[in-house]
């Protein structure tokens, strides 16, 4: 396959963040706030707090494993290449930006995006330089607060009612219909694996995305979103290190569903014994039939016993 031909996922971790958070390529950061928080925001307004740098996840990673080398073929720390936040966080002039890529499964992902939702709305308390005074010159510290909006985008589906790819949560008194006197906090999700979207260009992100494709008729920085994360426009050390977190991703998921599968199999023999045991209990027939209506394979005929013996039970072997 040539370079042109190699397909890599775009939401790979580095990709990801390559693709919204190059400062020399902000139109796409700015297509990207108009397209799903409804803010015409101009370039030289939009700040980003962690711009992309090919440098800085080298020398985390090197940083935190434990072979001090730049060969992305050697590291094997699965935990460490795991590490990197995939969040970024934009600065405009009317509030503060929060994008997240959430691609596996999470059962806490709901209250960790709102938990990031709010460290970030308190962390600009008290901000220096940033507070309103009064007439003496003293600060009101509160008044540094400021609106922040979440974009969450998961690759799973969280809110199964319906069939809208966006959901924005927002405080609102539905008794009285009433809204705060500004959007302090706005806290959103894209599902990518639903195609309701709420306008023509989320529907190009989705695909983008989903396939690191382009419609024909997308605007020109989706375009330019595409060409960042092209595999023939990565230098040599992005492509090393994409290749390390896909491994690393592969390796933790494998891990992840093993032990699941062998947890679920530990628990369902664990069932078939207590369903035997109960079978005895109840019906005073031998081992042999109460593991036979339990469905409880003849190699856990010992650990059947050994829980009849525990609870004073007594029983017949055939």
Known sequence: MSESETRIDPLNDLLFKKMLATDSQKTVLQGFIKDFFNIQAALNEIILVTPYSIKSYKEYFLANGDKKTDDFDN????????ETLRDVTVVINTADLLIELQIYHDKYFI???LYYLCDRFCANYNMPGKMELDKEGNPYRYSSLRPVYAMNIVKREYFSQDEDAIHIFKFY???HELTLNK???????FELLKKKVQNTNQGYWRTLFLTGTVAADAPDYINLAKNLIDFV???EDERKMVSAIERAEANYHSIIGTAYDEG???GEVKKGIRAAVNNVIMFHCSISVAMEA???DSKYRDEVISELKKRNIFFTEE
């Open 264 to 266: 679920h199999d530990d």
């Open 75 to 82: 590291l094997k720390e699965i935990s460490v290449l795991r």
């Open 183 to 189: 959007e302090y906090l706005m806290l959103g999700y």
């Open 233 to 235: 426009n990565l230098d």
């Open 173 to 175: 008194d539905k008794e």
């Open 294 to 296: 339990a469905e409880l």
């Open 111 to 113: 209250v960790r995006s």
